[in-house]
């Protein structure tokens, strides 16, 4: 696809960073949703808002030279949101062999010691 920049497009998150989510378009490019392009506020924790297999909605706001595509959640209104969902848009599964689990894995053991001193805090209360 001949992407260009403003276009709202439809595309899965493939691996979530403390940085940022990478996402997969329906052509297979690749491409980079910074944190601070998923909402217009302060994001402590990206897992609240964003799901690996999941599809999103985005804004393309930069192109590499690459076909590296910069993304964000944040720069869509309200009426482009409505537009986008009344077009007609085919929506194709991702192939699970671009679905990385790596940070999830990494992150589970602080997230279970941090409820796990959370737990204590509250049972000491």
Not at 5 to 21: H, K, L, S, Y
Request: hydrophobic share 40%; glycine share 4%.
């Amino acid at each position: 696809m001949n992407y260009q920049i403003n276009d709202i497009i439809e595309g899965t998150i493939i691996n979530i960073r403390p940085f940022g989510a990478i996402m997969i378009f329906d052509d297979e490019s690749l491409g980079l949703l910074h944190i601070s392009e998923i909402a217009n506020t302060f994001i402590r924790n990206i897992h609240r808002y964003l799901k690996i297999g999941k599809t999103y909605q985005v804004k393309i706001i930069d192109i590499e030279s690459d076909g590296f595509l910069k993304v964000s959640m944040s720069k869509i209104s309200e009426e482009e949101k409505a537009l986008f969902r009344n077009s007609q848009v085919k929506r194709s599964p991702v192939d699970p062999k671009y679905i990385d689990f790596t940070a999830l894995k990494e992150k589970l053991p602080e997230w279970i010691n941090l409820a796990q001193e959370e737990m204590k805090h509250d049972q000491s209360k």
